[in-house]
């Protein structure tokens, strides 16, 4: 009974406080509500005006159009003659001007490719100054090296590939192995020498030569291996570089042999 006395005479006062509170927010003016200030202080907000959707009519005569953009559609599409295998006489008749120009354009680049890959008489007659590896680069008519990749005409005098610049005429100064007729059997004269100890007559007389990459893969000589960089960074060896005087001081006829003798002292197996 202590209890609900007690929570009823605190209940009474909190009642009679919030009416004397209520009764002083009265006498300062302040007796309005929270939504009524909320109310009061937000602006008031205006329904937005609604756009005006105007319908715009479109004419239906004809559309304004360059006239450079008419003549291309009303001429003939625009084709090189060299794909479409007519000549320049031909579009006369259909007002092909600018076919005849863009034939001629055609013509003169490659005049000026020729030009451009035209050896001079002088340089020509420089070429067989060193047969070893050849003395003149050319970027089209010179064949790569497997070894050294010098892209050069070879110095042979009797070659009609390098001498009279004949792409279907072998080159008789570089090696072509008999077995995979790839670039890996391509070896100049020099590189040959050198790195292999084998003479390019003998070669060229050989019809069954077999270049290092097939002598390997067929087990004719075991430990015999390309020694060039390439190959040699494939089997995670480091490349000799110019090794050929430690091979000759040695005793060794080439690179190839100087590593054969090496390969087999370690026992390691192709």
């Not at 605190?10 to 009524?36: H, Q």
């Not at 959707?53 to 084709?79: A, F, T």
């Not at 007729?181 to 019809?207: D, F, I, M, Q």
Request: glycine fraction near 6%.
């Amino acid at each position: 009974m202590g209890n609900l006395n007690s929570d009823s005479t605190y209940e009474s006062l909190r009642i009679a406080r919030i009416s004397e509170n209520m009764a002083r927010l009265t006498s300062l003016g302040l007796d309005k509500s929270i939504t009524e200030l909320r109310t009061l202080a937000s602006p008031s907000k205006t329904s937005p005006s609604k756009r005006k959707c105007c319908r715009k009519v479109y004419d239906y005569s004809s559309l304004r159009r360059s006239n450079r953009l008419i003549s291309q559609s009303e001429s003939v599409p625009r084709r090189s003659t060299r794909l479409n295998g007519t000549q320049i006489s031909s579009l006369q008749g259909k007002g092909g001007i600018s076919k005849q120009k863009e034939w001629k354009s055609f013509e003169a680049e490659e005049r000026e490719l020729e030009e451009r890959n035209k050896i001079s008489s002088d340089a020509l007659s420089r070429r067989c100054d060193s047969r070893s590896r050849g003395s003149l680069y050319n970027p089209v008519f010179g064949i790569c090296c497997h070894f050294c990749r010098q892209k050069k005409l070879c110095g042979e005098e009797d070659c009609k590939h390098c001498g009279d610049l004949d792409n279907d005429q072998p080159c008789i100064g570089k090696t072509s192995c008999s077995v995979c007729n790839s670039s890996n059997g391509v070896l100049c004269r020099a590189c040959l020498k050198v790195r292999y100890g084998e003479e390019l007559e003998e070669v060229r007389a050989n019809k069954e030569w077999m270049c290092p990459h097939c002598i390997e893969s067929n087990g004719i000589r075991p430990y015999w291996i390309c020694n060039s960089s390439f190959c040699l960074k494939k089997r995670k060896m480091v490349p000799t570089g110019i090794a050929i005087f430690e091979a000759r001081e040695m005793g060794y006829a080439s690179v190839a042999h100087f590593l054969m003798d090496k390969l087999q002292k370690k026992g390691l197996t192709n």
